[in-house]
Nanobody, 116 residues
Framework: QVQLVESGGGLVQAGESLRLSCAAS????????MGWYRQAPGKQRELVAS???????NYADSVRGRFTISRANSRNEVLLQMSSLKPEDTAVYYC??????????WGQGTQVTVSS
């Protein structure tokens, strides 16, 4: 069982930046895919960004160019740097990790609120 703990959420104004961190209870070298999802009120959970063990990244169209995902394996962390935030980025952000088929893990979520 992999435990994921997010931090770094908060309330910011449009145009500002935030950095989310996700600390894993296991060495992230053993995790195939890590990423961030978000869920806004009344909407489905959606992928924001992901990064493979080989550091190949993927972004939702809505955040590409504004968000950057990275892995810090030495600290067992995955980071999401969010810039030029918009009110539509307001959501609960969840950290995700995969350790092979059927082994998906989720954090408890951290709230990001962007005011206009």
């Amino acid at each position: 069982q992999v435990q994921l703990v997010e931090s770094g959420g908060g309330l910011v104004q449009a145009g500002e930046s935030l950095r989310l961190s996700c600390a894993a209870s296991e060495n992230t070298f053993v995790l195939n895919m890590m990423g961030w999802y978000r869920q806004a009120p009344g909407k489905q959970r959606e992928l924001v960004a992901s990064i493979s063990a080989g550091r190949v990244t993927n972004y939702a169209d809505s955040v590409r160019g504004r968000f950057t995902i990275s892995r810090a394996n030495s600290r067992n962390e995955v980071l999401l740097q969010m810039s030029s935030l918009k009110p539509e980025d307001t959501a609960v952000y969840y950290c995700y990790a995969n350790r092979g088929p059927g082994n998906d893990y989720w954090g408890q979520g951290t709230q990001v609120t962007v005011s206009s």
